[in-house]
């Protein structure tokens, strides 16, 4: 490994060696704050490490990883999920009455482990970064393991991501079989070669969509999905919606870029089939939740339906819309978690959407800000959600796939139903009785309203993202 | 040493690996579904080691020590996880945990 | 030597079919073990011995000895085995049976039509080790840090948990 290498990936250097600093803190520092602090500094060290790391760009570090621009793209991002994400846990961990340390130390691995996602371009890289961000976030969502809760969903997860897991090996198992290489390169190299027809492909591939499917919560494989995302700490549960999913989508489309992927064929009917799904099952299913994290977490459900859009279209504009589709769903799905983080503590989390009732009385501002979340996912202006939808839309019919132009639309229609109950509730009269857990402190406040500020920004100006986003994924699909 | 041929390996990878399927599904005790994740990576492994074997790379080898490493820690935090539902629930049972079904 | 392959197959199917059938589960760890030391066998006959190795140290030595460790805590009693004949409700059997059965018979048609060819080379642990000191050193690195979310996970969780 040369010194090149070492700077291309200096981004997971520095988070691997602040993961044992921390580790260390927690031993011998007593401050309560410091491993905040640690991790914190440590992912905004991270994203500094971007700069250097992308002068080197475009650069294959051993067989393993392979750094270009769209990989820095999808790791900015997620280390900027994990950087929020963090933020928002200080006032929520403040109220933990045990130890914190371990907390964000497995915020900081998890976000390690998604970022290896991103770089990913062989088999073993793909299974370790799932590896690293599942084993993270069972500990993260049992965190306070004497709830009875968060042990239920901790033990759901494990053992569907166990499953995923050992589906997802056998497919790639299958496929390095028939290869010989698990490098998504040589794969693709490989698999335009004419003796290629062999028995094993097909089963492999799907398999690794259905592994694939299960880690991003699409239909029919989201089976706990919603117990997990109701039953895990607020936080979490925003970090697994955003960063956990985007590393395994980056992945995906990095794999799939290499690997032709026709319209029509078998592994495309597959996918097709599974958006479709997850567009409508999603939102009819949100509908009747009367739980606000189970309702978000069938809107993500939803949402990542919604960006198999472009993806299957394979059009020009789909790399671009795509990108700009995750930052915006980032910024909204971290924004409506980290209200409902800041009005929760570690036992008893504002999840009953009754509780939301009237709650613009009390708390204008958050209010105000959770209900331009809701606006952004409805895809309404003046939110970047709008801006997002409408580019998904034109990708996909830039791709004429229509059926999931259509399922698109059908969905968000139907989308409109619950999140506008939400908002409804919140601007309604309060109820007699003043219910309020008051909302944490300050860094709180002034990092909602920020992505908030950013949300507006990107929907009435979303020409400077864009045509950023456009300059950087050049290569992919 | 005679060859054995790689789609008899994968067949029995095949079969253990749907063992541990039905396994997961059918059994209500949790400790039972970790076992059965278990046989799930195991055949998965067995699957990687023959796919190596095949093509005289050490690939396969290497993947499976890397499986190894992930089933133990997994399986790890899966007991701990259990050691608690136990002590909250006071049962090993798979259905009693359902808190959270709304 | 497919004859040892065959009787080791055999022995590991039969003894993975019992583990998820036994009501007993100390038992049906032992049955478990034994399919793991049939499949580390197979590894054997594969050229794979370090791997061999290592599935017996560490899958069988390492983790179903925590597996027992757990069940040893837990200290169930007699009565675990009248609740499991409970749990075990065969009517949920066939269906899933059934659908496994379907996918294990198109895997088998369809791995019978592939020409592969069988060469099975000696691979010895030291290629294994220069692979991983050199190409896969990465991946070393990453599984320790693997290790270490399982290891403060699993602390985190475990604590005052008598």
Known sequence: ?477 | ?102 | MSLLFFIAAAIAVVATLLVITELNTVHALLYMIVSLLSVAFIFFLLGAPFIAALEVIIYAGAIMVLFVFVIMMLNLGPQSIDQERQWFNLRSWPGIAILAAILLVELFLALRSGATPANVAQLAPQQVAISLFGPYLLGVELASVLLLAGLVGVYHIGRHLR
């Open chain 1, 1 to 477: 490994m040369s010194i090149q290498d070492v700077i291309s990936l200096l981004p997971l250097f520095i988070l691997t060696a602040m993961a044992v600093i921390v580790m260390l803190a927690i031993a011998f520092w007593p401050n309560r704050r410091a491993s905040f602090w640690l991790t914190l500094s440590s992912l905004i060290l991270a994203l500094a490490a971007l700069v250097p790391a992308a002068s080197t760009v475009p650069r294959h570090v051993t067989d393993l990883f392979v750094v270009d621009k769209f990989a820095l793209f999808y790791m900015g991002l997620i280390l900027a999920g994990g950087l929020v994400t963090t933020a928002l846990s200080r006032g929520y961990m403040d109220k933990y009455a045990g130890n914190r340390g371990e907390y964000f130390l497995l915020i900081m691995v998890a976000t390690l482990g998604a970022s290896l996602l991103a770089i990913s371009s062989h088999f073993i890289s793909f299974f370790l970064g799932t590896g690293i961000v599942s084993l993270s976030l069972y500990t993260l969502i049992a965190y306070n393991p004497s709830q009875r809760q968060r042990i239920e969903a901790s033990l759901k997860y494990l053992i569907l991501v166990g499953a995923a897991t050992a589906i997802l090996l056998f497919g790639m198992a299958l496929i390095y079989a028939t290869f010989g290489s698990m490098q998504f390169e040589q794969i693709s190299i490989r698999a335009v070669q004419p003796d290629q027809n062999s028995p094993f492909l097909l089963i492999g591939f799907g398999l690794l969509i259905a592994g694939i499917s299960f880690e991003l919560a699409l239909v029919p494989f989201h089976m706990w999905t919603p117990d997990v995302y109701q039953g895990a700490p607020a936080p979490v549960t925003g970090f697994i919606a955003t960063v956990a999913k985007a590393g395994i989508f980056a992945l995906m489309l990095r794999l799939f870029s290499h690997a032709s992927l026709p319209v029509g064929s078998p592994l495309w009917n597959e996918f097709a089939a599974i958006a479709i799904l997850s567009m409508l099952v999603g939102n009819v299913a949100a509908v009747i939740q009367k739980s606000v994290k189970r309702l978000l977490a069938y809107s993500s459900i939803a949402h990542l339906g919604y960006l198999m859009v472009p993806f299957l279209a394979q059009g020009q504009l789909s790399p671009s819309a795509i990108g700009f589709y995750w930052v915006v769903y980032f910024i909204t799905t971290l924004l409506a978690f980290g209200i409902v983080a800041a009005f929760s503590d570690p036992v008893n989390e504002l999840d009953d959407s009754e509780a939301y009732r009237g709650m613009f009385k009390q708390h204008r501002w958050p209010a105000v800000m959770f209900g331009l979340a809701l606006l952004s996912l409805m895809g309404l202006p003046p939110t970047g959600g709008l801006v997002g939808k409408v580019y998904l839309f034109a990708a996909g019919v830039q791709g004429s796939v229509w059926l999931l132009v259509a399922a698109l639309v059908v969905g968000s229609v139907i989308g409109f139903f619950y999140y506008i109950r939400v908002v409804i509730l919140m601007f309604s009269a309060p109820p007699s009785e003043s219910t309020s857990i008051g909302p944490t402190g300050k860094g709180t406040s002034v990092v909602l309203s920020i992505l908030t500020g950013i949300l507006i920004i990107l929907g009435l100006f979303p020409t400077p993202l864009i045509g950023m986003i456009a300059k950087i994924i050049t290569n992919i699909l």
């Open chain 2, 1 to 102: 040493m005679a060859s054995i041929p790689m789609q008899y390996v994968l067949i029995l990878s095949a079969m253990l690996f749907s063992l541990g399927l039905i396994g997961l599904i059918a059994r209500r005790n949790i400790f039972f579904t970790l076992l059965s994740i278990e046989i799930m990576l195991n055949a998965a492994g067995l699957a990687f080691v023959a796919a190596g074997a095949r093509w005289a790379q050490a690939d396969g080898q290497v993947m499976f020590m890397f499986i190894l490493t992930m089933a133990a820690a997994e399986v790890s935090v899966g007991l701990v996880l259990l050691l608690r539902l136990y002590q909250q629930f006071k049962t090993l049972d798979v259905d009693a945990a359902k808190d959270l079904n709304g």
